[in-house]
């Protein structure tokens, strides 16, 4: 029987915050040698300030070549970091992040685009600072938090077979649904967008299969308990094959990342054989009082006590609690497709001379050439939020419209 003052001191002492530990490890098996991983676990918000480090971990699966998952890798994680205003304190930077990463995504594939070549790629990039975690996806590079109770999968898939949604807003863009027709008019394979033929709905590259594939990611951002947990980061040759929960269950007991991440790739050839591309990061956040010891903690049964001790805790959501313990604290969740519910309502100063910055791109442009993310159209730029910020340069607000299905499709593609 634990005396009830030292389950108080054990409650007292975990709302203590300090940062866990964090142990990644990364395992791929190769066929097409299209999928990228990046790992940086030393990023800092404050130049020569170690106490603002925080870690980026992304999985890149490319298609029809591999430029545009390599130009992602290498130049994503700058264009979402400069799109946050400096000098912020931790908390605003964090409120600030899912917004910067709308941004980055859209200005590399601007970027991206405009080199001319046809490959494009999914991402998911995940941000880690503290027991923060904040995860923007397109396309179908899964990434799911295990807390050793509960499983949840914080990216949605944007594919066409799988999501209703993105289906409608597709065709509500100028897209065509439907399956490959072979000769003799048998319908086969999965859903795809026309014209392009890709099962993707969202995705950064791919200039030439129409602007309705877009890159504006789905984001959500949790505070995980300081119990720890494990995520998984992977592309889809691992979730074809394993479902989120089976992933995550058939590497609890492996305690090193590196062994964990092999042993789900290893599942996934058993079950399916190489088929694809097979890439999985596994990243632990370890309490810092377990660090001497492997990752993540196997969960202890809670007592009554101590459950009703967590219980307790105001303005706490809960997500998928089996035990009723509360596993995460959801902070943001956006999957909105359209820009002008993404930006936000904030400009974007430079502080020189009433120039302002493209939200996208970071061009200078004169505040009266600047059109707002909330105008209907280029072309039609006077409606009732035109005043409003954030504001796009020329190409910029073209390119919103081409997405939302407002320009005619191949006048734009040949812009960039
Ligand atoms: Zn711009």
């Excluded at 859903?191 to 200039?207: E, F, K, N, Q």
Aim: proline share 5%.
């Amino acid at each position: 029987m634990v005396p009830l003052a030292s389950l108080l001191a054990y409650e007292l002492k975990n709302d203590v915050e300090e940062n866990p530990i964090l142990r990644c490890g990364l395992a791929l098996q190769p066929r097409k040698g299209e999928d990228f991983a990046l790992i940086n676990t030393n990023c800092q918000r404050l130049q020569d300030d170690a106490s603002s480090t925080f870690a980026v971990f992304g999985i890149f699966d490319g298609h029809n070549g591999s430029a545009a998952a390599i130009y992602s890798k290498e130049n994503l994680l700058n264009d979402i970091l400069s799109a946050i205003p400096p000098r912020l304190k931790r908390d605003e930077w964090l409120a600030a992040l899912p917004r910067a990463m709308v941004a980055g995504f859209m200005k590399t594939d601007k970027e991206f685009q405009a080199r001319e070549q046809t490959s494009g790629t999914t991402v998911t990039i995940v941000v880690v600072d503290g027991w923060t975690i904040t995860v923007a996806s397109v396309g179908d590079s899964r990434c799911v938090l295990d807390s050793q109770e509960v499983v949840s999968t914080l990216t949605v898939d944007h594919r066409l077979d799988s999501n209703v949604e993105e289906r409608v807003r597709v065709k509500a863009s100028g897209g065509e649904v439907g399956r490959l027709i072979i000769t003799g008019g048998a319908e086969i394979g999965p859903l795809r967008v026309w014209p392009g033929g890709l099962c993707l709905s969202r995705s950064i590259g791919d200039m030439d299969v129409g602007e309705f594939i877009v890159p504006i990611p789905h984001v959500k951002q949790i505070k995980l308990s300081n119990a720890g947990g494990r995520l998984i980061i992977a592309s889809d040759g691992v979730w074809d094959a394993l479902s989120s929960e089976k992933a995550a269950v058939c590497c609890r007991g492996l305690q090193q990342p590196e062994v964990a991440a092999k042993h789900i790739v290893k599942e996934t050839l058993r079950t399916r054989g190489l088929r694809d591309d097979t890439t999985c990061l596994v990243v632990d956040l370890v309490p810092p009082s377990n660090s001497q010891h492997a990752a993540p903690p196997v969960k202890k049964k809670k007592s009554s006590l101590q459950r009703i001790l967590f219980w307790r805790r105001k303005g706490t959501h809960l997500s998928g609690a089996l035990s009723g313990v509360p596993v995460m604290e959801q902070l943001f969740e956006e999957g909105s497709a359209m820009l002008a519910d993404r930006l936000g309502t904030l400009s974007y100063p430079d502080g020189r001379n009433g120039l302002f910055l493209c939200a996208i791109c970071h061009c200078d442009i004169e505040s009266h050439d600047g059109i707002s993310v909330h105008a209907g159209s280029f072309f039609a730029a006077n409606g009732p939020r035109s005043m409003e910020g954030p504001f796009l340069c020329v190409t910029c607000k073209w390119k919103q419209d081409a997405m939302e299905g407002k320009q005619p499709l191949y006048s734009v593609v040949t812009k960039w």
